[in-house]
T-cell receptor
């Protein structure tokens, strides 16, 4: 049972480069989320999706775009990377959202460094 | 908007002792859940315990228990008989809708052997 898989696990980008982080889940979850984790800041929500074809902004969406073309995949894109986007990125999924008391299943994270 | 505050950036406890991590939250949701997650050096986020806000009884999972004070919007985590494997970052989180969980900034727990 793979759960939530994030690729890549590590990446170094130069300022201005673009990249896409992939999150894949095999649990038929409706809800998917992208968070970033910075030292002393906890986890902050970037974007989320409540179903295939839908996306919404979270707390810190600037500089990121997302797509959910297939239910099992949630992509996070950086069009022009900046050093401020150096962070650890977590994807999470949930069957019916928090109120269903399922909480989240997290991926293992992607460490991104922008130089 | 929800806010979650963890006022202890770091805590230290002797092995086998009991430690309590504090968390306060603010939400406008009428129905919500509260969570504690553990993040060891492996970076993996591990669910420790969850509490439904409409339940008055405090949740318990083996050595982990919570003290949920709804009126005070307080949700502390007590770890009994601390073990070396409990050393990690601990995050408190609150959520009540589709827009996901709001996390605190975390408490770094150190276990002294």
């Amino acid at each position: 049972n793979a759960g939530v898989t994030q690729t890549p696990k590590f990446r170094v980008l130069k300022t201005g480069q673009s990249m896409t982080l992939l999150c894949a889940q095999d649990m038929n979850h409706e809800y998917m989320y992208w968070y970033r984790q910075d030292p002393g800041m906890g986890l902050r929500l970037i974007h989320y999706s409540v179903g295939e074809g839908t996306t919404a902004k979270g707390e810190v969406p600037d500089g990121y775009n997302v797509s959910r073309l297939k239910k099992q995949n949630f992509l996070l894109g950086l069009e022009s990377a900046a050093p401020s986007q150096t962070s650890v990125y977590f994807c999470a999924s949930s069957f019916l959202g928090v109120l269903a008391n399922y909480g989240y299943t997290f991926g293992s994270g992607t460490r991104l460094t922008v130089v | 908007a929800q806010t979650v505050t963890q006022s202890q950036p770091e805590m230290s406890v002797q092995e086998a002792e009991t430690v309590t991590l504090s968390c306060t939250y603010d939400t406008s949701e009428s129905d919500y859940y509260l969570f504690w997650y553990k993040q060891p050096p492996s970076r993996q986020m591990i669910l420790v315990i969850r509490q439904e806000a409409y339940k008055q009884q405090n949740a318990t999972e083996n050595r982990f228990s919570v003290n949920f004070q709804k009126a005070a919007k307080s949700f502390s985590l007590k770890i009994s008989d601390s073990q070396l494997g409990d050393a990690a970052m601990y995050f408190c989180a609150s959520g009540g809708g589709a827009d996901g969980l709001t996390f605190g900034k975390g408490t770094h727990l150190i276990i002294q052997p």
